[in-house]
Each structure stands twice: as structure tokens, then as C-alpha cells.
């Protein structure tokens, strides 16, 4: 029986912020008992899609899961089983932020078989936190931190962002070093990305804040993944490292072009050769699926032919620090890559951005920094 990732999306925050452009909202409490409801009438709805596969994983995203009521997450969850075949040893992820979360909710979500947590963190200088908007202090998440590890939760991963403007080198060291400390088994560092439309865009285009400059940005970087080594956390995504065997098995679904189904307002799904996404517009969400109009919801981006899921495949497992799989590739598509994408392989080496060892394809050092070129071959 085959298998597929089912990801959640919970698009409601205490407040957004000044960096986010995910689909969220803040102060639409009021559509939140009729949104989740709308969640379970779209789970029922694919209950015979999925007759034939078994779930493997579950995310539940954000927005900021753990702002409403837990008792909304235990009806999605209890659906979900209700509803699918999930294999014993299902990852099941869900986001928390610090202020809000409380113990009850820690309790229902260890007793609902969650058994992985993500807390957003992003750096541990209380005026970086406030300069992104985050509503928390560093006191504030440490002890969120320390009340999922008295319930019971292990597996446990913590966000981190570099590239924020007025972080220094010394700042992303001692945000290593603090969180390290902690002992996650998962650290995930993510390069800020400026994306238009937000408050901090804004500020930067005004002069208010002033992002550090692209080598100070990248040696960053170079001491995340220097410190992170040392401290025996495996790179194996551009922007994750884990405890052995402690990998995002959600992430790695992504990374290999495994199936997914999305459940919520602006969630994405890949499922039979499509990618498409749910409308990001929560309240037609709601009434489309209360009027029994399932279809009005689907955005279909891609239908994909062969070629185009080959050059994806490759475009992803780049991503992946062990790289693309020769075997793997020849096993999933019948050719070898070497030799299919040898044009593109032969140009990448020649620049130093790839390289090619027994049965991988993978980025250089230098590849890591221009990886934006390497994509623009195999588009």
C-alpha cells in the first residue's frame, strides 16, 4: 500500500509578524469553530481518495496552531483516525509558539499521539524578538520549552532565523549556543527572506532597519552549520539539522517528491501528479465547503508530465545536503540522471557548483551560496 503526508493548515495568530507573508490572520477568532468545521467536512470528503494508502505523517501549520483552543485540534486529529489508515509509527507535528500555549494543551496533544513538537523561536535577544513582532520573550520560551519537555515530548525542534537586520555574528553564536544548551534534537535556521507587502519590508525600504550585507550573511551561515557539526547535528536539508536519526520525516517527504494532501485554507497539496493549493481566502473556504462546494476551493498550479517530475525531483533533492540519488533516480524514472541531465551536470561541475561522487549529485560549499543558479538549469 502506498503512502502519503497529510499537512494542516491553522491560518490564526495571537498577532502577525513583521516578516510574515504566510497566510495568516490575526483578530478572525470569531471564524475559527466554523473554520475547523469546514476541516472535518473537507477530511470526510477525501476519505475514499485515500482507501488505498496509509498516512505516514501529519503537519499541523500555521499561523500559530496553538492559539486556539486545543479541543479544536483533538477533533481534527480524532477525524483524521477516524477517517485514514496511519501507520503506527506516524511523525505527527505541530506547531507552537510561545504565549500561547498552556499546559492543558500540552496534556491533549501528547494524549492525541502528537509526538512532535516545532516551537518558533527565531533568536534569543529580546529586542530582535521584538523588532520581528514575536510576542514572546526569551524567558517566555524557555518556558514553553521546559513544559513540552515535562509532558513527556522528545522529539522536539526549535526555529531559528539569520539575516535579520541589526543581528550580529555574535548574536547568531549566542542563539546557537543558548539553544544548543537545550538539547533539542532538531534545529531548523532559516535565512530571513524580505518578501513584499510586509512590515518589515517597509521599514527597510524607509531606512529603519538595515539588513547585513550578503558576506556577513553568509558567514552566518558558514558558523550555523560549524557549530551545529560540532555539537553532532547532522546537515542534512540547507536549512535543517538533526540528531541521528531524528530527521523531519515531513520535510524529507518534500525533499523526495513524496505525496501530500492539504487540508485548510491556503494549504498545498502534490497528490497523482498534481500540485495545487486551497483558496487563501478562509471565509469563501468556509462557505464553499458548508454549500457543499468542494471543487470551488481547488487550485490546480501543475499537471505534470514526466519530464517536468524528473527535473523537479532533481530540483528538490539538491536541496537534500547527500543530494540526488543516482540509484534512487534510475529506480523511480528507468534512466539514469547522469546521463539525462548531462548537459546540465557537465555545465554545474564545470562552475564548481555541483559535484558527483559514487551514487550522489549534491552541492558544492560554493553551490550552497548560489544555489538560485544551480535551480535555473533544471527549470
Not at 344 to 349: A, D, F, R, V, Y
Not at 356 to 368: E, H, W
Amino acid at each position: 500500500m502506498k503512502e502519503v503526508g497529510i499537512y494542516i493548515h491553522i491560518p490564526f495568530c495571537k498577532k502577525k509578524c513583521e516578516y510574515c507573508d504566510f497566510f495568516s490572520y490575526s483578530g478572525k477568532e470569531n471564524l475559527i469553530p466554523r473554520y475547523v468545521e469546514a476541516i472535518l467536512k473537507n477530511i470526510e470528503k477525501e476519505k475514499n481518495t485515500l482507501k488505498n494508502y496509509k498516512i505516514n505523517t501529519i503537519y499541523i501549520g500555521g499561523g500559530t496552531p496553538s492559539f486556539i483552543d486545543s479541543k479544536y485540534i483533538v477533533k481534527i486529529i480524532e477525524k483524521l483516525k477516524e477517517s485514514f489508515n496511519i501507520i503506527s509509527k506516524a511523525e505527527i507535528t505541530i506547531e507552537i509558539n510561545p504565549g500561547t500555549i498552556n499546559e492543558k494543551k500540552i496534556i491533549d496533544y501528547k494524549k492525541l499521539g502528537i509526538n512532535r513538537i516545532s516551537i518558533g523561536l527565531q533568536a534569543v535577544q529580546n529586542e530582535l524578538l521584538k523588532m520581528l513582532g514575536r510576542i514572546h520573550s526569551y524567558d517566555g520560551f524557555l518556558n514553553t520549552y521546559n513544559l513540552v519537555k515535562e509532558n513527556g515530548f522528545e522529539n522536539i525542534n526549535i526555529d531559528l532565523m539569520i539575516g535579520l537586520p541589526n543581528q550580529t555574528i555574535q548574536n547568531v553564536k549566542q542563539s546557537l549556543n543558548e539553544v544548543i544548551k537545550l538539547n533539542p534534537k532538531h534545529i531548523s535556521v532559516y535565512s530571513l527572506i524580505v518578501e513584499p507587502g510586509t512590515n518589515i519590508e517597509d521599514k527597510i525600504n524607509k531606512g529603519i532597519l538595515t539588513l547585513p550585507k550578503d558576506d556577513v550573511e553568509r558567514k552566518m551561515y558558514y558558523i550555523v552549520k560549524e557549530i551545529l557539526k560540532k555539537n553532532n547535528y547532522e546537515h542534512y536539508e540547507i536549512s535543517n539539522f538533526g540528531k541521528k536519526g531524528f530527521y523531519s520525516n515531513h520535510n524529507m517527504n518534500c525533499w523526495n517528491q513524496e505525496q501530500y494532501l492539504g487540508f485548510g485554507a491556503g494549504s498545498h497539496s502534490y497528490f497523482e501528479n498534481k500540485r495545487y493549493s486551497l483558496i487563501d481566502d478562509i471565509e469563501l473556504y468556509i462557505e464553499n465547503i458548508e454549500n457543499c462546494e468542494f471543487d470551488k476551493n481547488i487550485i490546480v498550479h501543475e499537471i505534470q508530465t514526466e519530464e517536468e517530475k524528473r527535473k523537479e525531483y532533481m530540483l528538490l533533492g539538491l536541496r537534500k545536503i547527500d543530494g540526488v540519488s543516482i540509484s534512487s533516480f534510475e529506480q523511480k524514472f528507468r534512466i539514469n540522471p547522469l546521463f539525462y541531465f548531462r548537459f546540465e551536470i557537465s555545465k554545474l561541475e564545470e562552475e564548481g557548483l555541483i559535484e558527483v561522487d559514487l551514487d550522489n549529485i549534491k552541492l558544492t560549499k560554493k553551490g550552497l551560496d548560489f544555489a538560485n543558479i544551480v535551480w535555473e538549469e533544471f527549470i
